[in-house]
T-cell receptor, first 119, second 114 residues
Framework: KAGVTQTPRYLIKTRGQQVTLSCSPISGHRSVSWYQQTPGQGLQFLFEYFSETQRNKGNFPGRFSGRQFSNSRSEMNVSTLELGDSALYLC??????????????????FGPGTRLTVL | KQEVTQIPAALSVPEGENLVLNCSFTDSAIYNLQWFRQDPGKGLTSLLLIQSSQREQTSGRLNASLDKSSGRSTLYIAASQPGDSATYLCAVPYSGAGSYQLTFGKGTKLSVIP
C-alpha cells in the first residue's frame, strides 16, 4: 500500500511569491491534515480537510489556504511569502469515518514533507 | 488548550545503554498518546500508540507507558543502537467540531554513539 506522497520535495522561492504544495493521501483515507515544522515552533497544525471541506484551521494568517479534491488529494497555498514561512511542510492522512470512532485507536500517517526555503 | 512538553530536548548516550524519554501533557482528557520518530529532514514515522485505557504498549525494544492522572508518558528504549539516532516526538490528538488534529511536543533529539 503506497504511503502519503508530497510534491515537490524541495522548493526555493523569494519573498512576495506564492507557492502551492501537493499531497496525495493513502488510498481510502479521506482526512488530510497539514502541519508546519520549524526549529523554533516545532510542529504546528495548519488545517484539516475531510470530504473536500475544511473542518478545522490552526492559528495561521489568511495567506495560508488549502483545498481538497474529490479524490482526497489536497493542496495548500501560501501567498505573499515571507522569510518566516521557510519550514518543512508535512501532510498527514487518516482513515475515513467519524472522528469520534477512530480517535481512540487511529493515528495519522505522514508524508516525507516539502522543504520550503524563502529567500 | 493542550500543551505537550518533552524533556530533555537532546540526549546523547553510548551504544547499548537503556534510556528513557519523557513527555508531559496538561489536559488529561486524552483519547490516546502517540510516539513518533523523525529522521533529519524527513517525515514522521509512528512508533507506538497508547489508548487512554492502556498503561503500556510495546514494540520490539520500545516500551511506552502512560499515566493519564499525572499527565505523563515515557518511551523506554532498550539496548540502544546507532540506528536509533533520531528525534522522538510525542503527540496527543484533539477532536473538536468533528475535526482531528495532533498537538506535538518539540521532541527529544537522541544521539547514540557507537
Amino acid at each position: 500500500k503506497a504511503g502519503v506522497t508530497q510534491t515537490p520535495r524541495y522548493l526555493i522561492k523569494t519573498r512576495g511569491q506564492q507557492v502551492t504544495l501537493s499531497c496525495s493521501p493513502i488510498s481510502g483515507h479521506r482526512s488530510v491534515s497539514w502541519y508546519q515544522q520549524t526549529p523554533g515552533q516545532g510542529l504546528q497544525f495548519l488545517f484539516e480537510y475531510f470530504s473536500e471541506t475544511q473542518r478545522n484551521k490552526g492559528n495561521f494568517p489568511g495567506r495560508f489556504s488549502g483545498r481538497q479534491f474529490s479524490n482526497s488529494r489536497s493542496e495548500m497555498n501560501v501567498s505573499t511569502l515571507e522569510l518566516g514561512d521557510s519550514a518543512l511542510y508535512l501532510c498527514a492522512s487518516s482513515r475515513p469515518g467519524l472522528a469520534e470512532l477512530t480517535l481512540k485507536t487511529d493515528t495519522q500517517y505522514f508524508g516525507p514533507g516539502t522543504r520550503l526555503t524563502v529567500l | 488548550k493542550q500543551e505537550v512538553t518533552q524533556i530533555p530536548a537532546a540526549l546523547s548516550v553510548p551504544e547499548g545503554e537503556n534510556l528513557v524519554l519523557n513527555c508531559s501533557f496538561t489536559d488529561s482528557a486524552i483519547y490516546n498518546l502517540q510516539w513518533f520518530r523523525q529522521d533529519p529532514g524527513k517525515g514522521l514515522t509512528s512508533l507506538l500508540l497508547i489508548q487512554s485505557s492502556q498503561r503500556e504498549q510495546t514494540s520490539g525494544r520500545l516500551n511506552a507507558s502512560l499515566d493519564k492522572s499525572s499527565g505523563r508518558s515515557t518511551l523506554y528504549i532498550a539496548a540502544s543502537q546507532p540506528g536509533d539516532s533520531a528525534t522522538y516526538l510525542c503527540a496527543v490528538p484533539y477532536s473538536g467540531a468533528g475535526s482531528y488534529q495532533l498537538t506535538f511536543g518539540k521532541g527529544t533529539k537522541l544521539s547514540v554513539i557507537p
